[in-house]
């Protein structure tokens, strides 16, 4: 079977590992950089370029879309869906788990807990917001970020102002989100592939920080959900529309809440710490899409 894996980073350990276990079950597996690929529509039907030239239809794709490139890798993804690829996300499953208070607020309408978070396009809103949430600290959050990065904690309204406006530069509208004490700085990534929880870990921040990134300093070690937590992430990424997800849930008084459905999850961290080949699950998972799309054909 051929199997495009569609990443910007040939060399990054998901990509490399995906690769490596297409190969090691016997299929054909190509990097293909979705940042100079094209979207063609025309008389002779639609097709997928690659600097211009028309690139074969594969079996299957496996997207790994940055944040950085969202919107070009969700319009490659509508390309492979008009050509009939079977791909492990949609574009619109994409789209919503970028944004992180349409993918809140979509998760809340399913009746799933989430954070206390109230978006705001201008510093009047947050200065109002930041009088009704309650107490201090907040966190504040860019609605588009990865690894961390543009998400910082004001522990004074003096604070929420300044990171606020700062956030507000650079795009128009920023989230803010009670502060989980409780969590001691914990957070738990579980790893859903189609129906199955395939691996979760806890992640705890390290000295002086609150964020739960591997890119922060974080640690982490292997845990086993209860049945009810292994269904509350198989549920959020199935309400969000991501078949290949990093499920994110943050320990509070009042359970566990959804914090986060991350459509390009990395495989590194979780398979160093649990030692599970997450690659040849989304492997297999992908090839047995393709397997019963062709059988329903």
Not at 52 to 80: C, E, F, H, M, Y
Request: glycine share 10%; charged share 20%; with cysteine.
């Amino acid at each position: 079977m051929t199997i495009n894996i569609f990443s910007r980073g040939p060399s990054l350990y998901s990509t490399q590992r995906l690769v490596e276990a297409g190969v090691e079950r016997g299929h054909q597996t190509t990097v293909v950089d979705h940042g100079l690929c094209s979207p063609s529509l025309g008389e002779h039907g639609p097709s997928l370029l690659l600097n211009g030239t028309p690139i074969p239809k594969p079996d299957v794709s496996i997207p790994r879309i940055g944040a950085n490139i969202t919107n070009r890798g969700a319009a490659i993804i509508r390309q492979l869906e008009v050509l009939k690829v079977p791909t492990t996300i949609s574009a619109n499953g994409l789209l919503l788990a970028r944004d992180k208070m349409s993918c809140l607020q979509v998760l809340a309408g399913n009746g799933v807990q989430v954070p206390g978070t109230v978006l705001c396009f201008t510093l009047h809103e947050v200065r109002r917001a930041g009088k009704t949430m309650g107490s201090y600290p907040i966190v504040v959050k860019l609605l588009e970020s990865t690894h961390g990065v543009g998400v910082a904690l004001a522990h004074t309204p003096y604070q929420l102002e300044r990171i606020a406006e700062g956030f507000l530069r650079l795009q128009d509208r920023v989230i803010l989100q009670e502060f989980i004490a409780e969590s001691d700085g914990r957070d738990i990534r579980a790893f859903v592939v189609g129906n199955e929880v395939v691996a979760a870990m806890e992640r705890k921040a390290g000295p002086d920080e609150f964020r739960a990134n591997m890119h922060r300093g974080a640690t982490a070690r292997q845990v086993e959900l209860s049945a009810e937590d292994e269904a509350l992430a198989i549920r959020a990424a199935k309400i969000v529309g991501v078949e290949v997800a990093g499920v994110d849930l943050i320990p509070s008084n009042r359970g566990h809440l959804i914090m986060e459905v991350n459509a390009s999850p990395g495989l590194e961290g979780i398979e160093t710490h649990t030692g599970i080949d997450i690659a040849g699950v989304i492997v297999e998972y992908a090839v047995n899409k393709a397997f019963k799309l062709d059988l329903n054909l």
